[in-house]
């Protein structure tokens, strides 16, 4: 089955400054990669997604990036700010047809400093 | 408003008494899944339903059990419960085409 890893799992970043993530995924035939934010005892919220036909995505301060061929992607946050703070979660699914499994990686905590 | 509701949001139970938790979602969602999250581990997926009367185990099916007789509805049942199930639920849904899933706001059970 699917393997997600992600990294870093924990990240601090200055406000303003720009945070990354990064995650891994072992199946090729997965073709859908969401990103959900989590803030303290909230729901995991979806923020940006990307399909494997496309190799970008931006919403406002938030990019995601990825590499089909290395089976890894990425998520941008630009000019951070205090809210940003939460838990980040990637994953990754199969086509609908394999059951719509989300596989997600084991989350990064991004801490913002004012 | 669309949304995925969970009851209840908090649960403390004893070893081997069979719960159940609810979900319910107003999308006419066709794809449902409960999740469990622990700390340094994760979302991992317990079942999954695909439609109404098909469902599949998760990555960590043990001690579990669901039901899918209705499209809206997708009750999570412990048959008997123990510690190791102690944990924080949730419930998701999302539509063809998969815009994403649409979380509940989540069940913490405590077996004690």
């Known amino acids: 089955g699917e393997n997600v890893e992600q990294h870093p799992s924990t990240l601090s970043v200055q406000e303003g400054d720009s945070a990354v993530i990064k995650c891994t995924y072992s199946?090729?035939?997965?073709?859908?990669f969401p990103w959900y934010k989590q803030e303290l005892g909230k729901r995991p919220q979806l923020i940006i997604d990307i399909r494997s036909n496309v190799g970008e995505k931006k919403d406002q301060r938030i990019a995601v990036t990825l590499n089909k061929t290395a089976k890894h992607f990425s998520l941008h946050i630009t000019e951070t700010q205090p809210e940003d703070s939460a838990v980040y979660f990637c994953?990754?699914?199969?086509?609908w047809g394999a059951g719509n499994k989300l596989t997600f990686g084991g989350g990064t905590r991004v801490l913002v400093k004012p | 408003e669309a949304q995925v509701t969970q009851n209840p949001r908090y649960l403390i139970t004893v070893t081997g008494k069979k719960l159940t938790v609810t979900c319910s979602q107003n999308?006419?969602?066709?794809?449902m899944s409960w999740y469990r999250q622990d700390p340094g581990l994760g979302l991992r997926q317990i079942y999954y339903s695909m439609n109404v009367e098909v469902t599949d185990k998760g990555d960590v099916p043990e001690g579990y059990k669901v039901s899918r007789k209705e499209k809206r509805n997708f009750p999570l049942i412990l048959e008997s419960p123990s510690p190791n199930q102690t944990s924080l639920y949730f419930c998701a849904s999302s539509g063809l085409g998969r815009a994403g899933y649409t979380f509940g706001s989540g069940t913490r059970l405590t077996v004690v």
């Open positions: 994953a990754a699914s199969p086509p």
């Open positions: 199946d090729s035939a997965s073709n859908y």
């Open positions: 999308m006419n969602h066709e794809y």
